[in-house]
């Protein structure tokens, strides 16, 4: 871990976190999720590195060593961001990496910046134009439900210290199953205190996660993406034209979701993304790049190397 840099950009008058690795013109750029930051990449930075090419993921305003923003962030802001941080480095292509809600930022770059999108691959959750009006058949439990109501999560956390808060949710997201708590339960109460981490997360990872959120809080984390509003970008042809990899764990909650498996697996997806590879990991989960690195870097090696 000690050759991944660290250094801070001024972009639209915040101080941003970016982490970064090795050198040259081919560059990769890797995007997180919740509860996640630059460190959740730290397998596939370094072995992208190795192979040739330049790491770099940031962390989004808000989120980790990155200065919080006056106003909660929208995805046109990080979006922004990202593309700052890329002017600031004379980076003029890149290869998006998105997991989780990093999907969509890392989708909106070929769609609003196609000149700076050399490919892109997500993991965990396709590419989604919108969010599917199914999510509303969701129980009132549904772990996004609650987070979007300002002040629920934000009790339900205060609870805890930071570091159980990180632990509850990589556990809850571990799983195969959606996180929906009862009428009269909270979200964190869904994982008992005697529950182990998973196996492929140690503590020294748990320490370090929490070190950042104690930095950041969830203040901004809640807001961005879970109470983000609707934002229109003026797309009119949501056809992704980069070439595409899914990764999907077959294990991962986010199948559960209304209308999510028959999106990938019917042919919605590929009308939406004609240049796409899909690639299912079996056991793999909502953390299949932490859970399974080598795995997923080969993955990400034979398509960064494809498509170069």
């Not at 632990?167 to 339960?185: G, H, R, T, W």
């Not at 690195?293 to 080969?298: C, E, H």
């Amino acid at each position: 871990m000690d050759q991944i840099k660290h250094n801070f950009i001024h972009v639209n008058g915040l101080k941003l976190h970016v982490a970064e690795i090795g050198t040259g013109p081919k560059v990769v750029l890797f995007l997180h999720g919740f509860p996640e930051i630059w460190y959740s990449w730290r397998h596939q930075m370094i072995a992208v590195a190795e192979s040739g090419f330049r790491a770099i993921a940031p962390d989004y305003r808000g989120y980790g060593l990155s200065d919080q923003p006056p106003e909660p962030p929208c995805f046109g802001d990080v979006v922004s961001d990202l593309i700052g941080i890329l002017d600031h480095l004379k980076i003029d292509k890149v290869f998006a990496v998105g997991k989780d809600f990093g999907v969509r930022v890392a989708s909106l770059l070929p769609l609003l910046h196609p000149e700076r999108v050399s490919g892109l691959i997500t993991l965990g959750i396709p590419y989604l134009p919108l969010a599917p009006s199914e999510f509303k058949l969701l129980p009132e439990g549904f772990y996004m439900s609650r987070w979007e109501k300002p002040g629920r999560a934000e009790a339900d956390f205060g609870r805890f210290d930071i570091k159980t808060v990180v632990k509850n949710i990589y556990i809850l997201f571990s799983k195969s199953d959606v996180p929906i708590a009862a009428e009269n339960q909270e979200i964190m109460d869904l994982v008992q205190p005697s529950t182990p981490l998973p196996p492929w997360f140690t503590e020294e990872d748990l320490d370090y996660y929490a070190k950042l959120y104690e930095n950041s809080g969830f203040h901004t984390p809640l807001q961005f993406p879970y109470r983000v509003k609707n934002e229109d970008f003026g797309i009119t042809n949501p056809v992704l034209k980069v070439p595409y990899l899914f990764i999907m764990g077959a294990q991962d909650y986010v199948l559960k979701f209304p209308g999510i498996e028959d999106y990938i697996r019917n042919g919605a997806l590929n009308q939406l993304a004609p240049n796409l590879e899909t690639i299912e990991i079996p056991e793999g989960s909502h953390y299949v790049q932490e859970q399974f690195p080598d795995q997923v870097n080969q993955l990400l090696l034979t398509f960064l190397n494809k498509h170069i």
